[in-house]
C-alpha cells in the first residue's frame, strides 16, 4: 500500500530534549516536505526536499533541521524543542517537482512542548 | 497579503444543497491547483487538482480555475453531513518549488 508513515504520532516532551520525528514514504517520490499546522494559520512549510542531499528552508524553519540521506526518508529534527513549537506536524511526499501531482500526507504527529 | 487566501468559515448549508467554497492566489505563475479535504486531527486527502481554466468535475465535486481573476473554487453538489470538514485550497508556486495552503474554511451541513 502506498504510504507516508511518521512516527511517533503523539509525544510530550521537555523544554530543550532533543527529538526526531521519522518521516519514511514507499513510493519513490523525489519531493518530500514538513508542515506545521496551527489553529487559524493553516498548513506552513518548514523545510523541503527536492531529492537526496537537497533540501531547502521553508516558511518557518527556525528551530528545525532535516536531513535527507535516503530518498524514502525525511526526517524532521528539533534539537532544542521550545512551548511555541508544540503543534501538528504533518509530513508530505509528492513525485516530482513539476508539482503537478498530488501530495500524500504522512497521519501526523501532534507535539507538545512543556 | 497571503500568498493563498480563504474564507475561514463556517460556512453552513442544509443536506442536500450545493456548497460553494472559495479561494484566491496571488502568484500568477502558478499552474496547478489543489483542494483537500481534512477532518478535525486528520490528515488532509487530495479531493481535487485542477491546472487549467475552467470546470473540473468529478461525482459531486467540482472545480473551477479562473487564472485571470486568480481564484479557484469547488462546488460540492448534494451536501452530505459527512461533507462538515475543513477544506485546503493549494497552490503549487513555481518561482519557489512550494505548495502553498491557505487556511482552510470549514464546512457545516446540517442534517
Known amino acids: 500500500e502506498a504510504q507516508v508513515t511518521q512516527n511517533p504520532r503523539y509525544l510530550i516532551t521537555v523544554t530543550g530534549k532533543k527529538l526526531t520525528v521519522t518521516c519514511s514514504q514507499n513510493?519513490?517520490?523525489?519531493?518530500m516536505s514538513w508542515y506545521r499546522q496551527d489553529p487559524g494559520l493553516g498548513l506552513r512549510q518548514i523545510y523541503y526536499?527536492?531529492?537526496?542531499?537537497?533540501?531547502d528552508k521553508g516558511d518557518v524553519p527556525e528551530g528545525y533541521k532535516v536531513s535527507r540521506k535516503e530518498k524514502r526518508n525525511f526526517p524532521l529534527i528539533l534539537e532544542s524543542p521550545s512551548p511555541n513549537q508544540t503543534s501538528l506536524y504533518f509530513c508530505?511526499?509528492?513525485?516530482?517537482?513539476?508539482?503537478?501531482?498530488?501530495?500524500?500526507f504522512g497521519q501526523g504527529t501532534r507535539l507538545t512542548v512543556v | 497579503q497571503k500568498e493563498v487566501e480563504q474564507n475561514s468559515g463556517p460556512l453552513s448549508v442544509p443536506e442536500g444543497a450545493i456548497a460553494s467554497l472559495n479561494c484566491t492566489y496571488s502568484?500568477?505563475?502558478?499552474?496547478?491547483f489543489f483542494w483537500y479535504r481534512q477532518y478535525s486531527g486528520k490528515s488532509p486527502e487530495l479531493i481535487m487538482s485542477?491546472?487549467?481554466?475552467g470546470d473540473k468535475e468529478d461525482g459531486r465535486f467540482t472545480a473551477q480555475l479562473n487564472k485571470a481573476s486568480q481564484y479557484v473554487s469547488l462546488l460540492i453538489r448534494d451536501s452530505q453531513p459527512s461533507d462538515s470538514a475543513t477544506y485546503l485550497c493549494?497552490?503549487?508556486?513555481?518561482?519557489?518549488?512550494?505548495?502553498?495552503f491557505g487556511s482552510g474554511t470549514r464546512l457545516l451541513v446540517r442534517p
Open positions: 485542477i491546472y487549467s481554466n
Open positions: 502568484d500568477r505563475g502558478s499552474q496547478s
Open positions: 508530505a511526499s509528492s513525485m516530482g517537482l513539476d508539482g503537478g501531482t498530488e501530495a500524500f
Open positions: 526536499s527536492m531529492n537526496v542531499e537537497v533540501t
Open positions: 493549494a497552490a503549487w508556486m513555481d518561482s519557489s518549488y512550494k505548495l502553498i
Open positions: 513510493m519513490n517520490h523525489e519531493y
